[in-house]
């Protein structure tokens, strides 16, 4: 496959990955005294080759890199660390303090996300229609790893605040809990950028749900503590760069309330499953499995916390889980 790339400034290129049929991923290259990866793509021989040819395309292969920085540690956006570091030994790998371990042993933590997902399309999807099921599980199939032990074997931790120098660039560590709660985001002051993984996208808002620990609250406070940044443009894990970084800010604040509005509104219908949520919120239309998938993790997630705020009560009847106000 051709190289996809964007030159975002003179010294920062966003590659742009394929890694499925379902997703792209983007990882970022600076050029300086120290050359830099922003994430890898997914552990699969063919994404590695895209980001491999990206680079030759760019004048430089992977032994010429420094570092590699990842964003949060899961296997589409870290994987392809993994199969780097088996021939290139000299690379440092740098990730947030807490995220490292599970960098260190990446396939079980893929082992124990598919079994987590089993359980929760189990117990929290029961009832939904069967096609949509599958398609849950396909997505949840880039999990799966066809070796079973991976991971790097020694990852550089680097907390909130710290200052990574690469030379004329240096780029800050900001803990960004909300994807997952190790996302980190790196801004670039000198040109105002920030990588930020799949804490920000272009549209709507990150995904959010327990299967990977996500949490509404740290989510709203990460968008509010990068709101004070000097911003020109945000770079993201996947999609379109964002040259409207406050508009897209709020528009994710905004989008994240109405969201939790919306499942109030619907559960003052009665009680209601969260499939049936869903099915209310997306108002009937299910043809997109990756829409389902998003919203179902999404609408559970916010549950847990109406349930803390004790705005909504949760019910178990015959095995089967709904939420009431």
Known sequence: MEPNI??????????????????????????????????????YKDSVTILENSLKKLGYEFHDLDCIIYT??????????????????????????????????????????VKLSESFLNIVARGAPPELIRGTKEVFNIYNLSEP???????????????????????????????????????????????????????GTSLLTFLINSDVDNYRSSLKKIQRLDLSIILPGHGNIVDNPYQAIEHALKQSALLEKNILNVLKQGKKTVPEIVYSLLHGNLNDNIIWYRYIGMVDTYLKKLLRENKVMKVEENGNRSYCL
Request: aromatic share 10%.
């Open 6 to 43: 964007i030159k975002i400034t003179e010294n920062v290129f966003q590659i742009i990955i394929t890694y499925s049929n379902l997703w792209n991923v983007n990882a970022y290259l600076i050029v300086d005294d120290k050359l830099t990866l922003i994430d890898t793509g997914h552990y």
């Open 72 to 113: 949060h540690p899961h296997v589409d956006h870290a994987g392809g660390g993994l199969r780097i570091s088996r021939n290139y030994k000299d690379i440092i790998h740098i990730a947030y303090n807490k995220a490292a371990s599970t960098l260190e042993n990446l396939s079980e933590y893929c082992r124990q996300f």
């Open 149 to 203: 032990e991976l991971g790097l074997k020694t990852v550089k931790r680097v907390t909130h605040g710290e200052l990574l120098n690469l030379g004329k660039s240096r780029l800050q560590v900001m803990h960004t809990p909300s994807h997952t709660p190790w996302d980190i985001s790196l801004y670039e002051p000198k040109q105002k950028l920030l990588f930020t993984g799949d804490f920000i996208l272009e549209k």
